[in-house]
């Protein structure tokens, strides 16, 4: 079902976007690699993965997948040679925010390493309660799923639009063994976050609780799917800002025309206010030449002899364009109906000019 944007909106005005977990992909991995920033970045212009970031041991992997629908997967090994001990991946909904939670756990666990005794918390081993990865969950007020499978801990956010699945019941090490979820199902709306069984529970506790937190985070309109702005509360960045009006219409620019008409209408005005008679249709030839001889104190030329020519007969240029070419010719016409308006009627006889 399709949801038509209101005409006042923008759609890409910023907005702040609670709960965070349902705010779905930014596009961009900004967020995610700003804790490993000076970690060594490989651009690989073959395969699936399109960057790489690596620890400088290479011990430590964050790989970006443009095109994939896992776009992140992130591994740990002993050495740069060996294979990775666990595995975390994130689909494409996810946001990158979270994604940053795991990101900013690692930079600090191999801040803290020492290279050469290979001590780093990164590499640690699991508890067997792996519940006490949901910690910051259920401190957020996440609650159990009593009604799981047998083997398996559920845990829903109180929206009941997220939630966690800890499966007890794998036991290989590359299996995936807790899940973090957000959003109905479907294509564009389900985040979905990966750990293998030996991922360290305070790394998944990092990303839960980057994913529970209840700081709003900034989107634009239109990076949101339509389908999940029910579920979400959206705040403008700049609340003062007003909403997208009509662009105002710009005036037009008068035409040397225009300018002509304005001026021969206001001479027909003042021509009648000073005989005391409204301006009516018939009298425009008349009031146009009484209001340029007072201007000007030239007459309104009639014709030239022989050239079968005759002056405009649209009033408001003949006392604005023309101009006597000699005080022969500059004579006063005979009658004034000669220089009438096609489209207006015979003047009434209480408007006649005066002999």
């Known amino acids: 079902m399709r949801h038509p944007r209101p005409d006042n909106q923008d759609p890409y005005q910023e907005v702040l976007v609670t709960p965070r977990y349902l705010a779905g992909s930014n596009g961009t991995g900004e967020a ?36 994939d629908f896992e776009l992140w997967r992130i591994t740990a090994a002993e050495d740069a040679v060996s294979a990775p001990r666990w595995t975390a ?29 290979g001590n780093g918390r990164f590499l640690a081993h699991p508890s067997y309660r792996r519940i006490d990865a949901m910690q910051p969950l259920l401190d957020a007020g996440w609650t159990r799923d009593g009604g799981a499978e047998l083997g398996i801990v559920a845990i829903v956010a109180p929206d009941g639009n ?20 957000a959003g109905p199902p479907g294509w564009g709306t389900r985040a979905e976050v990966l750990f293998s069984a030996r991922t360290p529970e305070h790394l998944i506790a990092a990303t839960a609780a980057a994913m529970a937190d209840p700081a709003p985070i900034v989107r634009e309109r239109q990076q949101l799917e339509r389908t999940m702005k029910h579920l979400v ?27 002509r008409r304005t001026a021969v209408t206001q001479a027909v005005h003042r021509a009648h206010d000073s005989l005391g008679q409204p301006p009516t249709c018939g009298s425009w030839p008349l009031a146009a030449v009484q209001g340029s001889r ?25 006392a604005a364009d023309h101009r006597p070419r000699s005080s022969a010719t500059a ?11 096609p489209a207006c009627p015979t003047p009434p006889h209480s408007i006649r000019p005066r002999p």
Not at 295 to 302: A, F, L, N
């Open 32 to 67: 995610v690699f700003a804790p490993v920033a000076h970690w060594p970045h490989h651009y690989l212009d073959e395969g699936p993965c399109q960057l790489l970031v690596t620890s400088p041991d290479q011990r430590v992997r964050i790989g970006w997948f443009g095109d």
């Open 89 to 117: 991946t994130f689909n494409h909904v996810t946001p990158a925010e979270i994604v940053a939670g795991l990101t900013t756990a690692l930079a600090h666990d191999y801040a803290e390493a020492d290279d050469y005794e």
């Open 162 to 181: 997220a939630g966690a699945l800890i499966d007890n019941r794998l036991s290989r090490w590359d299996s995936e063994a807790v899940q973090l979820w």
């Open 233 to 259: 509360r959206l705040t403008p960045v700049n609340p003062t800002a007003d909403p997208i009006l009509p662009a105002p219409r710009t005036p037009r620019t008068p035409t040397p025309l225009d300018v």
């Open 294 to 318: 007072r201007r000007t104190g030239r007459t309104i030329p009639r014709p030239l002899q022989g050239s079968g020519r005759r002056p405009p007969r649209h009033p408001h240029v003949i």
């Open 331 to 341: 004579q006063r016409p005979k009658h004034h109906s000669d220089y009438r308006s």
